[in-house]
């Protein structure tokens, strides 16, 4: 989302409890594009395993929408402890919720049901927000509350909101009886204060790797956080294509020049007009193979320079998939998600000429149409991943 | 011999797909006394297959359209025995 030039980064990272296949644990995130809006729920379900995950999906789901709808946070906790399954052993039917609801003009609302107490982080320090509490009448359980707390997000805050997964880990050993507790917030801190520009992505990681760690690498529950992180935006260009007309070589050759951010270009014709009307050299790295795909290329003043289409093709795989864990020695589609993943404001340049040597029917079908496959890569990026794209056609 | 034959394979989209990827590895399994003479470099796009039938190599300048694994061999034994 853009605000005054600001990003708002949301990502997201769990594991599950040593041995479960699933998480017990839920989280969604939705932007709103119309009312420019970002909605980011978290939620812990009873127990661990599917059970759970029934649990923590279905008031995630119902959270989301209903906060969508500017339905009350009331209505709403009661409709979602009214439709969830009660438990056959514990005879109640519970899940915890963190609903963090952020406006286009960068108001926060944050509604926490049982979850652990959200961080907020600024200027090097964690603010404490004064929250209004509200009793939910519960008959299974006794009565509960909510706890609303509002406050208007700054650039280079980082709100952190977590399961009971990290804030209790290491519980019962030596060093942390009680739990991680505030040595959390001392973690956290030291990240931040020693790499100001951590990503909202490399903090949910690294928060969720101590917690196992404090657990002795065999989580003793499921383990999620999520961390939302206002900065200026990270700009990253991706040109692919040859334009429509040859006229506009040079065009395109000044936008990757003057472009500020970082540069990908996906396709060896619009490598070789970049190159030549910029006069920069290219050599194709035969180094990082990747069996599907043709190699890599490096070009000075250019962050990465892979083959087009079946390139473009792999990407959209992955991104679809949503397994963007790699391995340091990644292909060239890996690497682009990469840089995608990395960025928040994404410009796609999209040359539309067409070669007609792809147009043969007998080709393989991977070589689909640019404009589709480009076309999906934004879908997937603004919905599941929470980026600003923009498609340019030249 | 003096110089070095110049081989520039296409790793383009389409010599790619139609075939380029294998011309890479029978490059790869060629012998030292054919490999000693050349000077072998990868492109991203030759940039002629509309018109001509990828894969394509340059040798010495010479651009050969529709190369396979077996007649790269050929071709590169035919260039060296002729520059001797």
Not at chain 1, 8 to 21: L, R, S, T
Not at chain 1, 183 to 205: C, F, M, P, W
Not at chain 1, 269 to 278: F, G, H, K, M
Request: overall charge neutral; charged content about 25%.
């Amino acid at each position: 989302m853009k605000n005054n030039d600001n990003f708002i980064e949301v990502d997201f990272f769990q594991k599950n409890k040593a041995g479960n296949v699933v998480c017990g644990d839920s989280f969604m995130s939705q932007k709103l594009k119309g009312e420019g809006r970002i909605i980011s729920v978290l939620s812990d379900g009873l127990g661990s395993g599917i059970k759970a995950c029934v649990l923590s999906t279905l008031t995630v789901t119902m959270a989301m929408n209903f906060t969508a709808m500017n339905e009350s946070i009331l209505q709403t906790s009661k409709s979602i402890m009214n439709t969830l399954p009660k438990d056959m052993v514990r005879k109640i039917s519970y899940s915890t919720f963190c609903i963090c609801d952020i406006d286009c003009f960068a108001n926060v609302k944050i509604i926490e049901y049982e979850s652990p107490a959200y961080y907020l982080f600024r200027r090097g320090q964690f603010i404490d927000v004064p929250k209004k509490k509200i009793p939910v009448e519960r008959e299974d359980l006794g009565n509960t509350f909510l706890w609303i707390s509002e406050f208007k997000l700054e650039k280079e805050d980082r709100i952190i909101f977590f399961s009971d997964g990290v804030s209790q880990s290491g519980m019962g050993s030596a060093s942390m009886p009680f739990g991680w507790e505030d040595g959390a917030k001392t973690y956290i801190a030291g990240l931040v204060n020693q790499r100001n520009d951590i990503s909202a992505k490399e903090l949910a990681h690294k928060i969720v790797a101590q917690a196992e760690k404090n657990d002795g690498y065999s989580l003793k529950d499921d383990t999620s956080c999520c961390v939302i992180y206002m900065r200026k935006p990270r700009n990253l260009l991706v040109c692919t294509g040859p334009p429509f007309d040859e006229k506009n070589d040079k065009y395109l050759a000044n936008r990757v020049k003057e472009f500020r951010g970082r540069k990908i270009l996906c396709g060896g014709t619009t490598a070789t007009i970049i190159s030549r009307e910029l006069g920069l050299k290219m050599e194709v790295d035969m180094d990082i193979v990747d069996k599907e795909l043709p190699p890599l290329s490096h070009m000075e003043g250019v962050d990465l320079v892979t083959e087009g289409i079946l390139t473009l093709g792999k990407v959209e795989r992955i991104l679809t998939s949503g397994n963007t864990e790699f391995h340091k020695e990644a292909g060239p589609a890996e690497q682009v998600v990469r840089m995608l993943l990395d960025s928040d404001k994404i410009t796609l340049l999209v040359g539309t000429r067409i070669n007609i040597a792809h147009q043969d029917p007998n080709l393989p079908v991977e070589l689909e149409i640019r404009r589709n496959v480009v076309k999906k890569i934004k879908y997937l990026l603004e919905t599941k991943y929470l980026k600003d794209v923009e498609i340019m056609y030249i | 011999m003096t110089n070095k034959i110049n081989l520039k394979i296409c790793v383009g989209t389409m010599c790619y797909v139609m075939g380029g990827a294998e011309l890479k590895d029978a490059i790869e399994t060629l012998p030292a006394e054919l490999t000693e003479h050349l000077n072998i470099t990868y492109s991203p796009c030759l940039g002629c297959c509309e018109t001509q039938r990828p894969p394509l190599i340059e040798i010495n300048g010479k651009r050969i359209a529709g190369v396979s694994k077996i007649n790269l061999i050929q071709i590169v034994k035919e260039e060296i025995r002729n520059a001797v």
